[in-house]
């Protein structure tokens, strides 16, 4: 973790930054500048530590939820999914306006304290002895409620960079998000070894197993994260340039005032909808990659679990790759270009994701009630996830014949699929992160908490709508159609884009203070 800042913590914000010049004096003493970025690798952490907590017990909450309570079926369980976002877009703003007026350190305690308390009652959840499904669902939306942070944690390190570490401190923290969703998930499989019924403790009624043990380490992590944020996060904020300036959350006195002026809010409109459709898109991807490798390519359900988790987890690796990338190249092109280029990117992936020439798929003719979502509630798109039959020689593959378009639709090619996911890895995190970027810098040195949480807020909207979106348009027309829509949707991402280009520029080049 530590290594992720060590590059942009080593490039001077003005002139000579050696330790005694006039510049370091004038701009940052060598102790403030160090202390600011142990509290930037602080929240470094604790976005990692977010990530983990969402991701540690995902492949497992369906089997747990049908342990728990016989009455949930798939349609609850996506509201139980579902609930994470709900929490955070409610979340995000409220965190964003505490931050602004209060140190930071409230929100972000407060916020871990509430996923501790959450990964508490998930593992308490068996006790009740009814309506258990409700239980879990509160704990997921408590969850996500305290991952509201994410918005605390964004407007900390934009108001703590200048705007030559911007681009690669917010590249960190989304290396950081990427490699908590890796490394979740593998702490998962490794608790699967408890087993399901592992050891309960009798004189506090906690049961220890491969579905609770994930949650309870979530919630000493969260403990520990917040001993090292009242340890060691100190407030700091600083303007484009990198002086210190004075706001409601610095502890300090000697600091510059700042800068005055309008931010433009059109284009803070505008990239509040580009970043919406980024993650749009990249959610309705994710849905359905299970479902469309197991109509194409007549995958079993545990094959479909294993290959398309490898692909995801190469995906991820891949975006921490052209995070580290995106660091470089955006000096020498620019931030604006970069988005561009990587809408341009996730646009070529899914015209290349079409149905083409004259094979069809392998048609699944047995048992209507098949693997690949004949329904279109959220929950069964999930569900496919944890389904494993015990016999897969029985078990029918292939499109099914109730999904029309099976009859008539070319299969996409094996490798169609893998450029097109290579592909949207690339687009996606390149959007992701530059989308967070421009954002920070069109707001100036300004407290950004609110703005970063209705930022955030669009992101959790997006990943509610967009698998809504494809279990829909899918199921009912294809993948043609789900696709071609798809590309429609980017196209007019990037005309929105094209529009506003001129204006995604930053506070301080816009009121003259630097030079762009």
Same mark, same amino acid.
């Given at each position: 973790?530590?290594?992720?800042?060590?590059?942009?913590?080593?490039? &001077?914000?003005?002139?000579?930054?050696?330790?005694?010049?006039?510049?370091?004096?004038?701009?940052?003493?060598?102790?403030?500048?160090?202390?600011?970025?142990?509290?930037?690798?602080?929240?470094?952490?604790?976005?990692?530590?977010?990530?983990?907590?969402?991701?540690?017990?995902?492949?497992?909450?369906? &089997?747990?939820?049908?342990?728990?309570?016989?009455?949930?079926?798939?349609?609850?369980?996506?509201?139980?999914?579902?609930?994470?976002?709900?929490?955070?877009?409610?979340?995000?703003?409220?965190?964003?306006?505490?931050?602004?007026?209060?140190?930071?350190?409230?929100?972000?305690?407060?916020?871990?304290?509430?996923?501790?308390?959450?990964? /508490?009652?998930?593992?308490?959840?068996?006790? &009740?002895?009814?309506?258990?499904?409700?239980?879990?669902?509160?704990?997921?939306?408590?969850?996500?409620?305290?991952?509201?942070?994410?918005? *605390?944690?964004?407007?900390?390190?934009?108001?703590? #960079?200048?705007?030559?570490?911007?681009?690669?401190?917010?590249?960190?923290?989304?290396?950081?998000?990427?490699?908590?969703?890796?490394?979740?998930? *593998? @702490?998962?499989?490794?608790?699967?070894?408890?087993?399901?019924?592992?050891?309960?403790?009798?004189?506090?009624?906690?049961?220890?197993?491969?579905?609770?043990?994930?949650?309870?380490?979530?919630?000493?992590?969260? *403990?520990?994260?917040?001993?090292?944020?009242?340890?060691?996060?100190?407030?700091?904020?600083?303007?484009?340039?990198?002086?210190?300036?004075?706001?409601?959350?610095?502890?300090?006195?000697?600091?510059?005032?700042?800068?005055?002026?309008?931010?433009?809010?059109?284009?803070?409109?505008?990239?509040?909808?580009? @970043?919406?459709?980024?993650?749009?898109? @990249?959610?309705?991807?994710?849905?359905?990659?299970?479902?469309? #490798?197991?109509?194409?390519?007549?995958?079993?359900?545990?094959?479909?679990?294993?290959?398309?988790?490898?692909?995801?987890?190469?995906?991820?690796?891949?975006?921490?790759?052209?995070?580290?990338?995106?660091?470089?190249?955006?000096?020498?092109?620019?931030?604006?270009?970069?988005?561009?280029?990587?809408?341009?990117?996730?646009?070529?992936?899914?015209?290349?994701?079409?149905?083409?020439?004259?094979?069809?798929?392998?048609?699944?003719?047995?048992?209507?009630?098949?693997?690949?979502?004949?329904?279109?509630?959220?929950?069964?798109?999930?569900?496919?996830?944890?389904?494993?039959?015990?016999?897969?020689?029985?078990?029918?593959?292939? /499109?099914?014949?109730?999904?029309?378009?099976?009859?008539?639709? &070319?299969?996409?090619?094996?490798?169609?699929?893998?450029?097109?996911?290579?592909?949207?890895?690339?687009?996606?995190?390149?959007?992701?992160?530059?989308?967070?970027?421009?954002?920070?810098?069109?707001?100036?040195?300004?407290?950004?908490?609110?703005?970063?949480?209705?930022? #955030?807020?669009?992101?959790?909207?997006?990943?509610?709508?967009?698998?809504?979106?494809?279990?829909?348009?899918?199921?009912?027309?294809?993948?043609?159609?789900?696709?071609?829509?798809?590309?429609?949707?980017?196209?007019? #991402?990037?005309?929105?884009?094209?529009?506003?280009?001129?204006?995604?520029?930053? @506070?301080?080049?816009?009121?003259?203070?630097?030079?762009?």
């Amino acid at each position: 973790m530590e290594g992720l800042g060590t590059q942009s913590e080593q490039e &001077p914000l003005l002139g000579d930054r050696t330790p005694g010049s006039r510049e370091w004096d004038i701009i940052e003493t060598e102790e403030h500048y160090k202390s600011r970025w142990r509290s930037i690798r602080i929240l470094y952490l604790t976005m990692f530590l977010s990530s983990v907590g969402f991701s540690i017990v995902i492949m497992s909450i369906w &089997p747990y939820l049908q342990k728990i309570d016989q009455t949930a079926d798939a349609s609850f369980l996506g509201w139980v999914m579902a609930s994470f976002s709900l929490g955070q877009m409610v979340a995000s703003p409220l965190f964003g306006l505490w931050s602004n007026y209060r140190p930071r350190k409230e929100p972000l305690i407060v916020s871990i304290f509430i996923s501790v308390v959450a990964n /508490c009652l998930y593992a308490y959840v068996h006790v &009740p002895a009814s309506h258990n499904k409700y239980y879990m669902l509160a704990a997921r939306g408590l969850v996500g409620f305290g991952s509201g942070n994410v918005a *605390v944690i964004r407007s900390y390190v934009a108001g703590a #960079t200048s705007l030559q570490e911007r681009t690669s401190s917010m590249a960190n923290i989304t290396a950081c998000q990427a490699l908590g969703f890796i490394v979740g998930p *593998v @702490f998962q499989t490794c608790f699967a070894l408890i087993g399901e019924k592992g050891v309960t403790w009798e004189t506090i009624r906690l049961q220890i197993n491969m579905y609770t043990a994930p949650v309870l380490l979530g919630a000493f992590l969260g *403990v520990l994260n917040i001993i090292l944020i009242l340890v060691i996060l100190r407030e700091h904020r600083v303007d484009d340039s990198g002086r210190q300036c004075k706001n409601i959350n610095f502890e300090g006195t000697d600091e510059v005032q700042v800068p005055q002026g309008n931010i433009d809010r059109v284009a803070i409109v505008t990239t509040n909808v580009l @970043f919406f459709m980024v993650l749009f898109i @990249f959610a309705l991807f994710e849905t359905i990659l299970t479902p469309l #490798t197991m109509d194409m390519y007549a995958w079993t359900q545990e094959q479909a679990v294993l290959y398309d988790g490898i692909i995801l987890a190469a995906l991820a690796v891949e975006a921490i790759v052209v995070f580290m990338g995106i660091k470089l190249l955006s000096k020498k092109i620019g931030e604006r270009a970069i988005l561009l280029g990587g809408l341009i990117i996730v646009w070529a992936g899914f015209f290349i994701l079409l149905p083409w020439g004259n094979q069809l798929p392998k048609i699944q003719w047995e048992d209507l009630h098949n693997n690949s979502i004949p329904n279109t509630t959220f929950g069964e798109i999930i569900i496919t996830l944890w389904k494993f039959p015990r016999d897969h020689s029985e078990e029918p593959t292939g /499109c099914p014949i109730e999904q029309a378009w099976c009859l008539y639709t &070319p299969m996409i090619h094996l490798a169609q699929f893998f450029t097109s996911a290579v592909l949207i890895g690339i687009g996606y995190p390149s959007c992701n992160v530059m989308s967070y970027t421009l954002y920070s810098k069109l707001l100036g040195p300004q407290p950004q908490g609110v703005y970063m949480g209705w930022l #955030t807020a669009s992101g959790s909207a997006a990943r509610i709508l967009g698998p809504v979106y494809i279990s829909q348009v899918y199921t009912a027309w294809g993948p043609r159609w789900a696709f071609s829509l798809v590309c429609g949707i980017v196209v007019l #991402t990037i005309t929105l884009l094209g529009a506003v280009y001129r204006r995604l520029i930053a @506070f301080s080049v816009r009121h003259g203070n630097i030079q762009e």
